[in-house]
């Protein structure tokens, strides 16, 4: 169940937005739409770094190697599919609901001589193409905040995904209720986005009813939500920081940067597994 905001992700719209964000995007963060992740405050790594660190600690959530298979759901442009292919040998199938970022993650691949190893399709993550069965491991790299019902997707991954397989994601939540104050912002700026937010307690009964085994819940706030947006603030006011598309995007509207100091704004990594 997701929190009581005025959106309803229409997955259409939702490949209009990226379609339009991977038109004006100029590959600020290296190909990842995605939060970055930093232990500390004083770690200086870039975000293109970071966010690909990010994704390594999922894929390493993943247990796979050249003899698996991996969906990922909601796959951007395609560098964390691409990344985890060079990383573990496993053959990755990307899907989005925008033909843009299909398109140019299937160039990407291309000019990466990885076609042999990663593919790309159109397809909404609710109704899955996919036989029973057919993958090893499934990751989600924050896509499932703009996907209508979490809980029809966990029921779609554990569908396709082989008996032990496993799923991690990354999704952002209310930790606390948003204070009416901040209300009416935070919804325009979950309208302009097309997402909602889950509340932590949903995670494991949604999983539980979709009939996958909760492994791991993991609040990545301090390191990815607040790390990142403080960077992309930084780059606002001038000083040298990180300018993404998203920012672009959010021009003058209240954007992700402006979340630096919503302490209720809050972002996880769920794992789950298929029951043997
Ligand atoms: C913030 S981007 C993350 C992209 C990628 N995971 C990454 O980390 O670079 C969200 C992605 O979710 C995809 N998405 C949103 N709703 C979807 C749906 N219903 N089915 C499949 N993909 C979806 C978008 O098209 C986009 O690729």
Redesign the pocket.
């Known amino acids: 169940m997701s929190s009581a905001h005025t959106v309803f992700?229409v997955?259409e719209e939702?490949?209009r937005l990226?379609d339009r964000l991977t038109a004006l995007d100029t590959g600020t963060v290296g190909?990842?739409?995605?939060l970055g992740y930093w232990d500390a405050e004083d770690d200086g790594v870039p975000l293109v770094e970071a966010?690909d660190r990010l994704?390594d600690m999922m894929t390493d959530r993943l247990h796979v190697d050249e003899n698996h298979r991996v969906l990922?759901?909601?796959?951007?442009?395609g560098?964390?599919a691409m990344r985890i292919a060079r990383r573990t040998g496993a053959h990755v199938t990307g899907?989005?609901?925008?033909r843009g970022?299909v398109a140019r993650a299937t160039a990407l691949a291309d000019a990466a001589g990885l076609r042999d190893r990663v593919e790309f399709r159109y397809?909404?993550?609710?109704r899955l193409p996919f036989e029973d069965n057919s993958f090893d491991a499934a990751i989600?790299?924050?896509?499932i905040f703009?996907?209508?019902d979490r809980e029809q997707?966990f029921r779609e991954i554990r569908r396709v995904l082989r008996p032990g397989g496993r799923l991690v994601l990354t999704d952002f939540f209310e930790r606390d209720p948003i204070p009416a104050g901040l209300r009416s912002a935070m919804d325009r700026c979950l309208r302009d986005f097309i997402m909602t937010l889950a509340r932590p307690e949903d995670y494991v009964p949604m999983l539980s009813r979709a009939g996958l085994r909760f492994t791991e819940l993991l609040d990545i706030t301090e390191e990815c939500v607040r790390r990142t947006f403080d960077r992309m603030s930084r780059s606002r006011r001038g000083e040298g920081g990180l300018r993404t598309a998203f920012d672009a995007a959010a021009g003058e509207k209240f954007g992700p940067a402006d979340m630096i100091d919503v302490d209720e704004f809050g972002a996880v990594l769920l794992a789950a597994q298929k029951p043997v």
Do not use: F, K, R
């Open positions: 992700p997955p939702v490949g990226y190909g990842s739409l995605h966010a994704t990922d759901i909601g796959c951007g442009v560098q964390p899907i989005s609901v925008s970022q397809a909404d993550a609710m989600a790299i924050e896509s703009h996907m209508p997707v």
